[in-house]
């Protein structure tokens, strides 16, 4: 799950101005809600609720894939295409989800062993093998393996754009994703293609952003589109908006939001919303507090059961209410992420991107000496 940022800042192509900058402050704020969407749908789980809040796990998951594809669309997409870019793109992409990932599945494998079956995030032996190969899927961690998939998919997308190939192969393109959707009970859920239509309304969102002239749109209907996004997801909650599955097209079923296409489209459109600088934008997703916790947010999401599960249990030992637990545990919840991401995201992201660019190094000198040393003996 990575920022709606990058400190990649090359040069973009120069026949097709780049019409929005790399960084969009609203959509920091915007993961950050993603985030605590995930953690309220967890309280009924916790025993902090006793009410169940339909699909708001699911819709922060569903933002966290919009604006994964979102990213890479906007800041990669449409630069040259190289071994030296793709190396760049793998190694940032690597080093933001791999450290802590990795972190996150032996640290609860240990805790198992001690805490045994009442652990939160209990994972036996096979569990955590099938985890580290991200072919697992329980807890929070399914959504892992779709993600770093998906960066493979992304390279393969970026090679057919930087070639222009699009129109050549666009038949192919048309009729695979078609097939994608009848075939998709055949796949797996712990698969890009699952959800590979969330990932690309999120790319597609980035095309979008950089062709359309969006200086040109009104402020006040584009702020309309953000607060109607806000109003429909806050209706399905308070299940305004039925979510029976007879009744709509929607792909309302549990297993099947993930491969819904107007549920891909609903969710890319609004994304897509809040690249545009409005008012409501900047006061709600856009301040200080909304983009810190979207700075926060992979540890956020991956780590926020087992803290709000250790809180709950040693507050409920002196009888504290639950308005008051549900305080305390946000509040741990964000201190524990902000040390985690201090601590030790950046140092690792730091780290396992230089080590990833300095291999990559040696590989281009050796392929250098190589062909030196070939031409040499002709």
Known sequence: MELARSDHHGDAPTDVPIRKPAHIPALDGLRGAAALLVVVSHFQTLGLSEDHIPHSGTFGVM????????????????????????????????????????????????????????????????????????????????????????????????????????????????????????????????????????????????????????????????????????????????????????????GWERGRVYESLPM???????????????KFARVFFANRVMRRLGAYSFSIYLLHEPVADTVRNALQLWNVPIALQIVVILVAIVGVASLSFRLYEMPMQSAVRRAILHLDRYRVRGASMWREARAGSR
């Not at 295409?81 to 609860?108: C, E, K, N, Q």
């Not at 891909?264 to 409005?278: E, K, N, P, R």
């Open 63 to 250: 933002i966290f894939f919009v604006l994964s594809g979102f990213l890479m669309g906007h800041l990669y997409l449409f630069r040259p295409f190289d071994a030296a870019a793709v190396t760049h793109f793998m190694a940032s992409r690597i080093a933001r989800v791999i450290p802590l990932f990795y972190a996150v599945i032996i640290g609860s494998y240990i805790a198992s062993k001690i805490f045994g079956s009442d652990f939160v995030y209990y994972l036996t032996t096979f569990d955590t093998v099938k985890h580290l190969l991200f072919v697992g899927s329980k807890y929070v961690f399914w959504s892992i393996p779709p993600e770093v998939e998906f960066y493979v998919v992304f390279v393969g997308l970026w090679y057919v754009v930087a070639r222009r190939h699009v129109l050549r192969y666009l038949p192919v393109f048309g009729f695979g994703l078609a097939a994608m959707f009848v075939l998709q009970p055949m796949f797996p859920g712990i698969t890009v293609f699952n959800s590979l239509p969330i990932f690309l309304a999120g790319v597609g969102a980035a095309v979008l952003c950089r062709y359309v002239q969006f200086d040109r749109i009104d402020k006040r209907s584009a702020t309309i589109v953000q607060c109607l996004g806000i109003v429909l997801m806050l209706s399905i909650f308070v299940e305004f908006v039925s979510t029976d599955p007879t009744k709509t097209g929607f």
């Open 264 to 278: 891909a489209l609903l969710f890319g459109a609004f994304v897509l919303s809040f690249t545009i600088d409005t």
